[in-house]
């Protein structure tokens, strides 16, 4: 969900500028035109101006309902094992390239936000990089699917082989998936893996769930496939019961969880499940799942012990709502709420704001939680 209030006369001097800018990269193929096209960018920038560096974090400007983009820009580059990825990346040879490639345009925004003098800056590099990548500006995004977006997009451009690698262990789940028939017992498995843990909110009865911890176990419950569900069984040589359940194999260092808190009514409304839902700073999927939910060994669920690193909220309505993020500093130890442009320091009693409440139509209800694994003892 988007942000449709913000800088809209901004916005729309930034569209034009960057309709510009796509326009003259599409047609470009001389260094005449190459030129042109990079006083566009410098006078887009004098457009807006700059404002004067406060200590702390750095902002990124609202460029048109862009709180989806900024909030999820914030917590990859406040990642300190994600920036030290970036900033072993490949440069990209020529121009026409650098403009396309995401992880070097994330690289650039980062060195601006680090050794500028700025208390905000503007992405609208990367932004125009995105564009030309078909993620739409100036309109609503879900931030968990834009995640998904973003992160394919950085690592389908990284082009050595190892640094693929370090990102898929950092952020990548792997799981094994279970589907067992309840007639002959035959079963069949498959390793699959995930960028984020898509818990509900609510069980299949409509009922509350309590806590994060009754959100995983539920993920992980095993489910009875009957009825019109049922699957053809090779073995019975016809449609059985089948049980299907998911259980984990791999935590990654990064682990983003995704609460579903948008569903679909009978209306086709997508609506907003604001409810109470309580998450905890530290985490430990070994004691929250049963031996029956995980297949890996007692070396890997050692590891599973977690502290909150980030949590993407949002607030309002789908029609009408706003993305922030709360993001503990990993070299401060300090909480940060990174809102567009405004940048402040807070507690973890603010974070816990983002519990959710249903009786509050704009409160703040956390999306995304993003917990960093711990370091061994």
Not at 91 to 96: C, G, L, T
Not at 141 to 161: E, V, Y
Not at 254 to 265: A, S, V
Not at 334 to 346: A, E, L, P, R, T
Request: glycine content about 4%.
């Amino acid at each position: 969900m988007g942000q449709r209030s913000g800088h809209q006369e901004g916005g729309k001097k930034l569209e034009v500028a960057l309709s510009q800018i796509m326009e003259a990269e599409e047609v470009q193929t001389n260094a005449e035109e190459d030129k042109e096209t990079k006083a566009k960018v410098q006078k887009l920038t004098s457009v807006f101006g700059v404002a004067d560096l406060k200590n702390g974090a750095v902002g990124l400007y609202n460029i048109g309902q862009s709180c989806w983009l900024n909030s999820l820009l914030q917590v990859f580059l406040m990642n300190t094992c994600f920036t030290g990825i970036l900033r072993r990346i490949t440069v990209p040879p020529d121009d026409k390239q650098k403009r396309r490639n995401v992880p070097y345009q994330m690289l650039l925004l980062l060195e601006k936000m680090q050794h500028g003098k700025q208390k905000a800056v503007y992405p609208e590099d990367l932004a125009v990089c995105l564009s030309l990548h078909r993620v739409k500006l100036f309109v609503q995004h879900d931030a968990a699917q834009l995640f998904l977006t973003l992160w394919n997009l950085i690592k389908k451009q990284m082009k050595k082989p190892e640094l693929v690698e370090e990102l898929n262990d950092l952020y990548t789940i792997c799981v094994q998936e279970h589907l067992a028939c309840q007639k002959c017992s035959s079963e069949t498995k498959r390793n699959s893996s995930m960028l984020t843990l898509p818990v509900p909110v609510l069980d299949s009865n409509s009922h509350v769930l309590k806590s994060l911890e009754d959100c995983l176990q539920y993920f992980f419950r095993p489910e009875e496939l009957t009825d019109h569900n049922m699957c053809f069984c090779e073995h019975c040589g016809k449609k059985t019961p089948f049980l299907q359940s998911t259980k984990l194999v791999h935590l990654p260092q990064t682990l983003t969880i995704h609460l579903k808190r948008f569903c679909f009514r009978k209306s086709a409304y997508i609506h907003k499940l604001r409810h109470y839902l309580p998450f905890p700073e530290d985490l430990d999927f070994s004691a929250v799942l049963t031996e029956n939910q995980c297949q890996a060994d007692d070396k890997e669920k050692a590891a599973w012990k977690y502290e909150i690193f980030a949590v993407v909220a949002h607030s309002g309505s789908t029609t009408c709502g706003h993305y922030c993020a709360y993001i503990r500093s990993l070299t401060e130890c300090k909480w940060y709420c990174f809102n567009d442009s405004h940048v402040c320091q807070v507690s973890w009693d603010d974070v816990k704001c983002t519990y959710g409440h249903s009786e509050l139509h704009w409160g703040e209800t956390a999306y995304l939680l993003i917990y960093m694994k711990k370091p061994p003892q």
